[in-house]
């Protein structure tokens, strides 16, 4: 069964830099779309950015494009996002979530079944 972990939250500030982890296990098929999603309260989860686990395709919504890169550590175990130039309201719970690699570019939420507990990050 998946299980992701998320770490790396924590404060930083405005124009600062923080990189958050997702730990994987269970992931045995061959692809998957791995997700960084982020929450405040009051609001829906949005997706931020999606890689690809076969090929490393990667997206992003135009809130975080050029400012956070998602990557995927060795043998598929760790993703990453990077994020910089971070704003004030990029202050949100986040969270990493996973499903087999089909269309990674489809942001519905809904087709994300396996989710990690989260990790919350401040920009102040």
């Known amino acids: 069964h998946v299980q992701l972990v998320e770490s790396g939250g924590g404060l930083v500030q405005p124009g600062g830099s923080l990189r958050l982890s997702c730990s994987a296990s269970g992931l045995t098929r061959s692809a998957y779309c791995m997700a960084w999603f982020r929450q405040t309260p009051g609001k829906e989860r949005e997706i931020i950015a999606v890689?690809?686990?076969?090929?490393?395709?990667?997206y992003y919504t135009d809130s975080v494009r050029g400012r956070f890169v998602v990557s995927e550590g060795a043998f598929k175990k760790m993703y990453y996002l990077q994020m910089d130039n971070s704003k004030p309201e990029d202050t949100a719970q986040y969270y990493c979530?996973?499903?087999?690699?089909?269309?990674?570019?489809?942001?519905?939420?809904?087709?994300?079944?396996?989710w990690g507990q989260g990790t919350q990050v401040t920009v102040s």
């Open positions: 979530a996973a499903r087999l690699q089909l269309s990674c570019g489809n942001f519905d939420r809904s087709l994300y079944k396996d």
């Open positions: 890689i690809g686990s076969a090929g490393g395709t990667t």
